[in-house]
């Protein structure tokens, strides 16, 4: 088909090639301004619609992230509000427990305070002192010796007398102030108490301010979130990704803890359903197993849950206490003996495994070997198989970050294709654009010749106007500005010209 | 708040969500890349004429690896090929395997126990050798126990001789059966000439393939994991 259309001018396939050019190259040029405005117009109309639908797409990407940020921001609020909420709490409770107890504590300060005040008092009262019979004394042994002996007996009665008296004031002055020690060795424990009880005020209210500051700090984001802050909403975000991650961790050593808990029961798992029986390509005894693990994880959930440690499941949440107490213990009972069950089972697998083994040695014609220690392992097992039930029941606390996490990384993630497909609808448009002018340009390439004959008929048809214009130029320009003046006509023949040889979207055939 | 309700209901529903790729995930896991079980059924003739009564051990182990290559489910039946092999009281043990593994051991022990018993009380051969009664024989009790994987071994030397008045040169329906000949060994006339062997090969290849089985030759007893498809 393609030789026939080759020769079907010549024989030579060299000149009907020539021919089919020269046609091609004629209808081109004369479809040439049709087929340059579809290039235009298919470029622009790819390119406004491309853009069209990336503004659709980023005014989509734009609520979406608002959306995002106002989620986050509720979520960041409500937290905010529980751990404020949190936190009065544990001061009321703090209030209640140490300061509850402040009259009794306010009554021992006092009757404290009073003891104090009593043996302080007591010891004051002290005995009176001696009075100044010494100086009597003196004064009468200083008298001189009288001749007559009786005077003289007589001021040695007196001074004995006076002696005796000052001894007697002085042992009694001793013995009140022996008491008054007594009293001031009476106020050493009622001192003790009331630093004690101090201690114990000062304690109470160390810890009160603590948490007062902990409570400004909540308020300050608390305020910070409610006042719609960047810096709040960037925390938030952050604390969003950090908690998928870490609870993504978690999640995949679950898991991994859930396989090694599925490999522990599923043989013996056999022993009970049989190990032939199927559904679909699973064995029947693997879905057993599988179900075993999955009702320990939702045992967990609820336990967890009547634990009001997680909240998935408002429900359970909102049940009165005692009936929260009931759903405890049935959820606990459940899982020990879920727990107990998948013990048994991994004793019975060491014990199959055992079984397996003494089978096989005695196929191959080998004594059966008793190992020694085998109880280890069999230990081993039954304790795994009991610890990783209550182990996966805690898989909920992850969980339930994992999921509430989950909400604005997606989110994240949706706004980030959104903003790719913007700028990928954006780019494409532009390149559609683009290509649709090279593709105008590649046409007239392709028709240079008639293209080149038509600007040189052209340049011809102009020329008389161009030497007139230059006549013109020279007449009315001073002769001091010739060269300046030839410079401008030139300019202005240039800045003529050109555009009529350049610019092709002008040129018509 | 209403955002708070809106998030706490979309969480759950993403709980719900993962809760149920969980568990498929897991049942992926759990059956990714196996095919449903296949049950098999192996019945093995064992020639008791002439000198293969001197390689009955070979019988033995490949008795015993078969023993400890089939699983609960699977059928096993050993059987002697003699004068008239087309009878029940042929076969020295058949089982098929329990669906509790332990139970399933212990029928292995037995069937280990018949076959040491029928090997070492065995002295005499037998002065005929009928290998297609035996085969009959084995078609029956593999179509019974309805398995998906069904094959016959016969080790024997393939060389038929049979009684006066017996028949079995008549087409035989081995169809969906796979047909495996162990440790054929060579007669002493193969010795004179090869082609003997060859043709006593291709004749019962052709008999099976006839029958709509399938055919295959084992004379390495080293290579027995080619014996039975694994599951």
């Known amino acids: 088909m393609f030789q026939q259309l080759l020769t079907v001018w010549s ?32 470029g622009r109309a790819v390119f406004t619609a491309l853009r069209l639908a990336s503004r659709s797409v ?44 402040y009259p009794s504590l306010h009554r021992t300060l006092a009757d404290a305070i009073e003891k104090i005040e009593a043996d302080y008092q007591a010891s004051s009262l002290s005995a009176p002192l001696p009075p100044a019979w010494s100086d009597v004394v003196d004064t009468i042994s200083a008298l001189p010796k009288s001749a007559d002996p009786a005077l003289n007996k007589i001021l040695d009665n007196i001074k004995d007398a006076i002696e005796d008296s000052h001894e007697e004031t002085l042992k009694a002055f001793q013995k009140a102030t022996l008491e008054r020690h007594g009293h001031l060795a009476k106020m050493h424990p009622q001192w003790r108490t009331l630093k004690t009880t101090m201690g114990k005020v000062e304690t109470t209210l160390d810890s009160l301010e603590e948490r007062t500051c902990m409570i400004d700090g909540q308020m300050d984001r608390y305020e910070s979130i409610r006042n719609n802050e960047d810096a709040a909403a960037n925390s938030l975000l952050s604390s969003s990704l950090t908690q998928f991650l870490i609870s993504g961790l978690v999640l995949i050593i679950a898991t991994l803890g859930g396989l090694i808990n599925f490999q522990l029961i599923a043989l013996p798992m056999s022993e009970m359903v049989g190990g032939t029986a199927t559904i679909g390509s699973m064995r029947m005894s693997d879905i057993a197993a599988l179900v075993i693990i999955l009702i320990e994880i939702a045992m967990g959930l609820f336990l967890l849950e009547s634990l009001r440690i997680t909240h998935l499941f408002p429900v359970i949440g909102s049940m009165d206490d005692r009936m929260r107490r009931r759903m405890i213990v049935v959820t606990l009972t459940l899982l020990t003996i879920l727990a107990t069950i998948e013990a048994s089972l991994a004793y019975m697998r060491d014990l199959l495994a055992l079984d397996r083994a003494a089978l096989q040695q005695s196929l191959a014609g080998v004594g059966v070997v008793e190992a020694q220690f085998r109880w280890i392992p069999s230990i081993g097992q039954m304790v795994m198989g009991f610890i990783l039930p209550f182990a996966l029941a805690f898989v909920a606390i992850p969980l339930e970050s994992f999921i509430h996490s989950l909400r604005s990384v997606l989110g994240m993630v949706v706004v980030g294709v959104l903003r790719t497909v913007a700028v990928a609808l ?27 004959v038509e600007r040189l008929i052209r340049h011809r048809s102009t020329a008389p106007d161009l030497s007139d214009a230059s006549a013109s130029a020279k007449t009315t320009t001073d002769t001091d500005d010739a060269p300046t003046a030839a410079n401008k006509s030139k300019r202005s023949r240039s800045t003529k010209v050109e555009p009529v040889l350049t610019d092709t979207q002008e040129v018509t055939p | ?105 212990d029928q292995k022990r037995l069937f280990q126990h018949h076959v040491q018993t029928f090997t070492s009380e065995l002295v005499k051969g037998s002065a005929h050798t009928d290998i297609t009664g035996g085969v009959l024989q084995a078609i029956d009790f593999l179509n019974e126990t309805d398995a998906d994987e069904k094959t016959i071994l016969v080790f024997s030397d393939l060389e038929e001789d049979l009684p006066e008045g017996h028949v079995r040169d008549f087409p035989i329906d081995v169809a969906g059966i796979e047909v495996v000949a162990l440790n054929v060994t060579k007669l002493t006339r193969d010795n004179i000439d090869p082609r003997d062997y060859e043709n006593r090969l291709a004749a019962w290849q052709k008999r099976v393939m006839e029958g709509g089985g399938q055919w295959r030759v084992i004379n390495d007893l080293e290579r027995l994991d080619r014996l039975v498809a694994m599951n």
Request: glycine content about 4%; overall charge neutral; charged content about 20%.
């Open chain 2, 1 to 105: 708040m209403k955002l708070v309700t809106d998030s706490a209901r979309l969480s759950r529903h993403i709980m719900t969500l993962l809760l149920i790729t969980a568990l498929l995930s897991t049942g992926l896991l759990a059956g990714c890349g196996e095919s449903p079980i296949k049950s098999r059924a192996v019945y093995m003739l064992i020639d008791t004429s002439g000198t293969y009564t001197e390689q009955l051990d070979k019988a033995e182990t490949i008795m015993n690896y078969l023993l400890a290559t089939l699983d609960s489910g699977d059928s096993l039946a050993l059987a002697r090929i003699d004068s008239a092999s087309f009878n029940e009281e042929d076969i020295i043990a058949k089982a098929t395997f329990d669906i509790r593994p332990s139970t399933a051991n």
């Open chain 1, 426 to 452: 954006r780019l494409v448009g532009n390149l559609a654009n683009h290509a649709c002018k090279i593709l105008a340009h590649l046409y007239d390439l392709i028709i240079m010749v008639p293209l080149g």
């Open chain 1, 11 to 42: 024989d030579s396939a060299a000149i009907s090639a020539a021919i089919w050019l020269v046609l091609l190259v004629t209808v081109l040029y004369l479809g040439r301004q049709q087929a340059h405005h579809l290039f235009s117009t298919t």
């Open chain 1, 58 to 101: 980023l005014k989509l990407e734009h609520r979406l992230s608002q959306r995002n940020r106002d989620v986050l921001m509720a979520l960041g609020r409500t937290a905010s509000e529980k751990a404020i909420e949190r936190e009065f709490t544990r001061v009321s409770t703090l209030v209640a427990r140490d300061l509850a107890h």
